[in-house]
């Protein structure tokens, strides 16, 4: 599936009407919860409920990712065994604090993928403490699973001893690392979630500050916040102008039988050339 990352929307994993409505959703990135949004005596309910889900793949629009529990939770072998099946395109990692953690869920998810015959899914690692903020290039350049870093500022600022507020101080020099890291990795890179519903002006202006930072997109948590969120994250002249070159340069590439690139001194391979694509339809 091509894939474009100007918005996430999580969707709680032991709810089977908003799972259902989730196939309408225009969100590029559908994300099942396992985590926050599901109490702790409801994790196998909602694993039940999202292993069926994901066997109606096709009647979704959408990517279709899911977000397990912590490395700190000890739930993500029990979350993945349940949840790795033909369907899903990746998984959504809270908590993410270093390189050490992600090896252990590679190695349990390369385990699967052999098992049942699937091909690499992909990972987003969601950066939400102090560690994992100093960590963040390290783990956006894991590997070539990793498609996007997402930033969570509720846990990080919880982290850092300091209540949330819009505009909050302690929020400012992460939410700016983070992108950096993440564009010098070479991967998307998606802002954190506008929670007041009803402003949508605080919404908007947030959108348009993220972007300016690096941002490529939005985690949201409303269907009503897609429309702003997309207007926001379109693409640039630049971006235009990058993915054009992306796709042509690949191509050509492709002819003289070679599969990874070069791009003004940047590797491409597949991967960006299916995310180069789905920016050009975009704008057509």
């Not at 590029?28 to 066997?55: G, H, M, T, W």
């Not at 202006?205 to 939005?218: F, M, N, P, R, V």
């Not at 429309?227 to 340069?249: G, L, M, T």
Request: charged residues 30%; aromatic residues 6%; contains cysteine.
């Amino acid at each position: 599936m091509t894939q474009l990352f100007r918005s996430l929307i999580f969707v709680p994993g032991n709810n089977s009407r908003f799972l259902e409505k989730a196939k309408t959703l225009q969100a590029d990135i559908v994300c099942f919860d396992l985590e926050d949004s599901v109490p702790d005596n409801e994790k196998v309910n909602a694993r039940k409920l999202i292993k069926s889900a994901l066997k109606s793949r096709k009647l979704y629009k959408s990517s279709i990712f899911v977000r397990t529990n912590s490395p700190s939770s000890g739930k993500i072998p029990s979350d993945l065994k349940e949840i790795v099946q033909k369907g899903i395109d990746g998984i959504v990692i809270p908590k993410v604090n270093n390189v050490k953690e992600m090896k252990k869920i590679e190695k349990i998810l390369s385990d699967l993928e052999k098992t049942r015959k699937l091909k690499p899914i992909q990972i987003i690692p969601s950066i939400e403490s102090a560690q994992g903020v100093v960590n963040t290039f390290d783990i956006a350049s894991f590997g070539k699973r990793v498609c996007a870093v997402v930033f969570g500022v509720f846990d990080l600022l919880n982290d850092l001893g300091v209540e949330y507020a819009k505009d909050s101080e302690g929020e400012k020099y992460s939410r700016r690392k983070i992108p950096v890291d993440a564009h010098a990795a070479g991967v998307a890179v998606i802002d954190s979630i506008w929670q007041d519903l009803k402003d949508s002006k605080g919404l908007e202006k947030d959108c348009k500050l993220g972007k300016s930072l690096g941002y490529t997109g939005k985690s949201i948590i409303h269907p009503d916040q897609i429309p702003i969120v997309h207007k926001s994250f379109h693409p640039n002249k630049n971006e235009i102008s990058w993915a054009e070159k992306v796709c042509k340069i690949y191509l050509e590439s492709t002819k003289k039988g070679k599969g990874a690139t070069t791009v003004e001194g940047k590797m491409i391979d597949e991967v960006h050339f299916k995310q180069a694509k789905a920016l050009l339809d975009l704008v057509k």
